[in-house]
């Protein structure tokens, strides 16, 4: 009979170090860490035999020391119950589970005329040396049922019964989780676009049967210690079954994985905090199917082993390696506080390449180098998106290059050749941070704990080279239109307050179509102000062309927010909730080139440019709070009170604390708060 057998495998524990951001003046960052547990389980369907013996006595003197000694043998007659688990049984009397078939059992003597009935189950469960190869395996199943009755001794023979078992599945599994994680840096007031990270998983069938049915559902990383308080979620934006994306789920349904077969499975995270997984460890506990405490051997367990590697991104290999399936660049062992400089010396940081590749087969590793330094043509300009470069490669085999990008930012690398004749020339796939691909860009500030980080464009090629020379590649670029950062400003300026959001300022790294789209009435349809409803979906605010601007000298696009538009009061049209400003990459383009908008924002790449699907983004309006903590409560009452009778440019004047935004702190005012005390508006 088919089982359902659940393993359970907890990635743990994982520490992300993340700056601190309470700093003394001239004082270093410090790590805080926050303990972060990823549970996940997988199931699958396997083979196993239900053995049922049914006793029912009739007399008027129970059964006692009742015992049940299962019989196994193999075609030779020789004893086999050492190929199997599950022997022990469970035993019910009248559908009530008690001991009873080790020899500690009494089944009751009938009452009232009522025979008493008494039930032994067996799930018998073959391990790994029922089977040796693809052919099943025949045995009979046999045994002796005894017991005493009035001190008599009495024992039954159960009559063998054959069985033939089929091999089942053996997984190895091997988990790949990225390190370090980028979102927002604490140390640069625009608001950093999270970058989209990996949990990975390579799934090996080395048992002569498949795994059936095969699933893995994984649990969001959930905080178990966070000593310091940090607000840090992680969302769920992508997953992965072998070469297919599917929809974002916790649950990868695999399906059947054949004898001597891999497969893949990814999750796509983004995290609100940018830090660095400093600890690796997995546990793995096998769930007993039969229930109960009882622990089976490894050798009945389909799961064989897991292990953890730290990922450095998602490849795929060409050649003799080639599949439809992605591979990873590892470290091996994990790097230990990566990025993380002394004293914020960006030359003291633990920036080590990665030094392996693993396959998708989950059997194959292969050693990396690294190239580390090469010499360009120039930088990419309007008049010449076309660069040179050129590395001299050391040790032969696979090759990660890693230097700086001489876009430096200003560009997007769109596509990589390899020229030199010595091989042959070769079109190596390019794609973003979080997408398998071989030739990628990133964006990122280091040292991580450095108040003064530095801004650092990094171009990665991974290449096969075969020759200890020099190889020239063609970088071919575009312009790269990407949201720079997105301000939101209170009434009279950019403070803390969120009882009062009067505008977004939304500033591109080169000027955009923005003219265009005012002119034609289109610019509402490009950028969108929505109201994220609890439970999903979205409820759009109707904003006229007219509160849309351009300002070219900072390539910026401002919304303005307030009731009457640009020019008039500053009265928020945003009702309590939070929100999400949506940008249409379709829509929006560059003038320089027509290059499009990237969709930069760490969510699914649904060609839509998401701002406020972050906590620490802070896209909400809440009446009421004074200091943006997502509550009314007795902190923004004392602000209001503190500036009674106060009015703009006089002294004790607190734009926060007018809520009524008319110029004074009075009596209005008072009522507000104190009539909101207990409001609040969590992320969700």
Request: hydrophobic share 40%.
């Amino acid at each position: 009979m088919p089982c359902r057998e659940l393993a359970c495998c907890t990635l743990c524990v994982l520490s992300v170090a993340h700056p601190a951001r309470s700093l003394q003046p001239q004082q270093d960052p410090i790590c805080a860490q926050v303990r972060i547990q990823i549970d996940q389980s997988a199931v699958l369907t396997r083979t196993a035999f239900k053995a049922t013996l049914t006793v029912t006595n009739t007399t008027d003197a129970p059964l006692e020391q009742f015992l049940v000694n299962i019989d196994i043998r193999d075609t030779t007659g020789a004893p086999a119950n050492n190929k199997f688990d599950g022997l022990d049984g469970v035993f019910t009397i009248s559908g009530f589970t008690i001991p009873g078939v080790n020899g500690t059992g009494v089944i009751p003597a009938a009452a009232g005329g009522q025979p008493a009935i008494a039930v032994a189950e067996w799930l018998i469960l073959p391990k790994d040396t029922a089977t040796f190869d693809e052919n099943p395996q025949r045995y009979t199943v046999g045994g002796v049922v005894s017991h005493t009755q009035i001190g008599v001794p009495v024992a039954v023979p159960l009559f063998p019964v054959p069985i033939d078992v089929y091999p089942d599945a053996k997984l190895f599994l091997k988990y790949y989780l990225q390190s370090p994680v980028y979102a927002d840096s604490p140390f640069t007031l625009p608001v950093e676009a999270p970058e989209p990270f990996s949990l990975a998983l390579a799934v090996r069938n080395d048992g002569f049967g498949a795994a059936r049915d095969f699933r893995i559902t994984s649990g969001q990383p959930y905080i178990i210690d966070n000593l310091q308080g940090l607000l840090v979620n992680f969302q769920l934006i992508g997953a992965q079954v072998g070469s297919q994306p599917t929809i974002p789920c916790l649950t990868l349904d695999f399906g059947d994985v054949p004898p001597g077969a891999s497969t893949i499975g990814r999750w796509l995270m983004t995290s609100s905090l940018t830090g660095f997984f400093s600890n690796y460890d997995v546990t793995f506990t096998h769930v007993n199917p039969l229930g109960g405490d009882s622990v089976l051997s490894a050798e009945t367990s389909l799961i064989g082993g897991v292990d953890i590697f730290e990922l450095d991104h998602v490849v795929q290999l060409f050649g003799p390696h080639q599949d439809a399936l992605p591979d990873f660049l590892v470290h091996d062992p994990p790097q230990a506080q990566p990025l993380v400089g002394v004293n914020c010396n960006p030359q003291s940081i633990n920036d080590a390449p990665p030094n392996e590749i693993h396959l998708s087969d989950g059997i194959t590793e292969l050693p990396l180098a690294a190239i580390e330094s090469a010499n360009f043509s120039g930088p990419p300009t309007t008049q010449n998106i076309v660069v040179q470069m050129t590395v001299n490669c050391t040790t032969p085999g696979w090759n990660l290059i890693r230097v700086d990008d001489p876009a430096q930012g200003n560009f997007r690398l769109h596509t990589v050749r390899r020229l030199t004749a010595a091989e042959v020339r070769r079109v190596i796939p390019v794609g973003a941070p979080g997408d398998v691909s071989n030739a990628w860009v990133t964006r990122r500030w280091v040292p991580l704990n450095c108040s003064s980080p530095t801004l650092q464009h990094r171009l990665h090629v991974l290449d096969d080279l075969k020759y200890a020379t020099n190889y020239l590649y063609e970088l071919t670029y575009l312009p790269d239109l990407q949201v720079v950062d997105v301000r939101l400003n209170s009434y009279d300026g950019y403070v803390a307050t969120r009882s009062n959001v009067t505008d977004l300022v939304v500033r591109f790294s080169m000027p955009i179509n923005a003219p265009q789209l005012i002119a034609t009435n289109r610019i509402d349809d490009a950028f969108r102000v929505a109201l994220r409803v609890p439970g999903g979906g979205y409820q759009y605010s109707d904003l006229p062309p007219s509160v849309f601007s351009w300002d070219p000298a900072n390539n910026a696009v401002t919304i303005d927010l307030t009731l009457d538009g640009p020019g008039g009061g500053e009265v928020t049209r945003l009702r309590d909730g939070n929100f999400e400003l949506q940008i249409r990459t379709d829509l929006v383009e560059s003038l320089v080139g027509g290059a499009p908008l990237n969709d930069t924002d760490g969510n699914n790449l649904d060609g839509v440019f998401r701002f406020g699907t972050n906590a620490s983004q802070n896209f909400f309006r809440l009446l009421g709070d004074t200091n943006g903590d997502r509550i009314v409560d007795d902190v923004d009452a004392r602000v209001v009170r503190e500036a009674y009778g106060s009015a703009a440019g006089q002294q004790g004047w607190n734009v926060n604390a007018d809520l009524t935004v008319d110029g004074v702190v009075d009596d209005s005012d008072v009522v507000i708060v104190t009539r909101r005390v207990g409001a609040a508006q969590p992320f969700q």
